[in-house]
């Protein structure tokens, strides 16, 4: 988790706060799932007042910035809350396979033109976190297992039967 983190932060070029770093990840974990690989957090989020966040990337992010890793920024933001920032000179030696290399350099390039409020928006829309209630915790890989075992019981339906009971309720 500290390499991507580390990995995501190079590819921003900036400064990034806690938010922004929790929804690349976020994003990152469902292409990792779409592609058929394993998430690269736990996978384990809270829909909080944020959309998905997992405390656990900011502890390893807080682990990076104690090591001298990363740089940890502390500000006021502009409604009177502490914003936290973190940032990282270069990209670094990083052991990455290609596959995940690829995986984050899109979900940070497909991401960074958007503002924060459009990157929560862009979250918000994907059909998981449609699903999630506020404050409900969920495991993205039992999710995602579920969602596919039901998409797999539907194609089989449709060829049994030609059609599917989505189908027949239209």
Known sequence: LEEVIRVILA???REVGRTRLVKLLFLADL????????T??????????YGPFDWAIVDAAEDLARKGIITRTHRESGDGRERVDYAVDGMGEQHLDSADLAILQQVVASCRDLSLKQLKERVYAHPVMAQRKRGERFDLNEVWSR??????????TQRLFGHTLADLAA
Do not use: C, H, I
């Not at 292409?31 to 394993?38: K, M, Y």
């Not at 690269?40 to 007042?49: A, I, K, M, V, W």
């Not at 969602?147 to 089989?156: N, P, V, W």
């Open 147 to 156: 969602e596919a075992a039901l998409q797999a019981s539907m194609e089989r």
């Open 11 to 13: 590819l921003e070029g």
């Open 40 to 49: 690269f957090t736990l996978g384990t989020y809270t829909f909080d007042n």
């Open 31 to 38: 292409e990792a799932r779409v592609r058929g690989r394993g």
